[in-house]
């Protein structure tokens, strides 16, 4: 059954729920957050010499942090609140996941961002906006429609093949709309949908929660083995990475971290959810993150986790290695 937001989510690209969720609820996740992005800074910046060469983790000015299992944001379940869930279903052709629970910050002197997608394939954000958010420091630009191969085409989950120049000539024929938003809203958008950040021009940080849900098998996944195998070598290129100040090292890496989590379907993996977490969520949230490894045996049973799938990954991991090891000489 499809829902409104659904039906405009398809339509358009995005969705935008006005004054859905509740201020108090967020008001709680930001007093939460802060705490745990000061110590991501700090930790961040630790593992280099000097501080005057990097000014944040994912571009200039710019956050990306995976959210802590433990966390109040992760038990609120917001993530199924209000007809989120049932619009996820009408979307999703089939199954999906919560993969990516995690937050997107623009900090003061961010600049714009080039225009771009997320990805050809469909999959779908949810951001949730812990201060008011306005051109003044850093909402989103998006171009509607842009998610679809035209404005005259019907919506599919299929992936496209949009190139830079693709993107590059369809957004200079339309005109951006700045998605301002406030406490208690959520948006919702098709990560295909042409968009940038914008600049933020005050003096605090615009943090967003994030997560993105991807279409998904219905209970089959690689080992936690072959996962976590993946994750050490993502942390070795990132040890190399960062210190080097490159950019297409540093690219690199992140794109394999996001491909090995991707193939995992959670990045709850090495975040183990606690007992007392997932006893405070519901059947649908626990359904998003049912890829997630839990303190509780039980709920880790739902998945199967078998040979061909961890092969398939395996295949990935060593064929970059050998593209990682080519762009550091």
Not at 95 to 111: R, T
Not at 124 to 138: F, I, K, M
Request: proline share 5%; with cysteine.
């Amino acid at each position: 059954m499809e829902t409104l937001a659904g039906i405009k989510l398809k339509e358009n690209g995005y969705y935008h729920g006005i004054g859905k969720l509740s201020p108090i609820l967020i008001d709680k996740f930001k007093t939460e957050f802060d705490l745990f992005f000061e110590d991501k800074r700090k930790r961040f910046f630790s593992r280099f010499e000097s501080n005057t060469n990097y000014s944040a983790n994912h571009d200039i000015n710019r956050w990306n942090m995976l959210l802590p299992s433990d966390s109040e944001m992760l038990k609120s379940g917001f993530f199924v609140q209000d007809d989120l869930f049932p619009t996820l279903q009408s979307v999703f052709d089939d199954h999906f996941a919560l993969v990516f629970f995690s937050s997107d910050i623009s900090s003061p002197g961010s600049a714009f961002q080039t225009i771009h997608q997320d990805g050809n394939d469909f999959a779908v954000a949810l951001n949730v906006p812990l201060v008011d958010s306005d051109e003044q420091n850093g909402a989103t630009h998006i171009y509607p429609k842009t998610h679809r191969l035209s404005d005259d085409s019907p919506f599919t989950n299929e992936s496209n093949t949009f190139s830079n120049e693709d993107i590059t000539k369809r957004s200079e024929q339309l005109k951006p709309v700045s998605l301002n938003v406030k406490i208690g809203d959520y948006t919702l958008r098709d990560l295909r949908l042409i968009h940038r950040g914008t600049p933020n021009k005050t003096a605090e940080h615009r943090p967003y929660l994030s997560s993105i849900f991807l279409p998904s098998s219905e209970n089959v996944a690689p080992t936690f083995e072959s996962i976590n195998y993946g994750l050490s070598i993502f942390k070795q290129f990132k040890d190399i990475a960062f210190p080097t100040g490159k950019s297409n090292l540093i690219d690199y890496a992140n794109t394999f971290g996001r491909l090995v989590l991707g193939f995992s379907n959670s990045d709850r993996v090495n975040r183990p959810i606690p007992k007392q977490v997932s006893d405070q969520l519901n059947e649908d949230a626990l359904y998003c993150l049912r890829f997630a490894f839990f303190e509780d045996e039980k709920l880790n049973k739902r998945i199967i986790r078998n040979d061909k799938s961890s092969e398939e990954l395996l295949h990935e991991i060593e064929q970059a290695k050998v593209e990682f090891d080519q762009l550091t000489k």
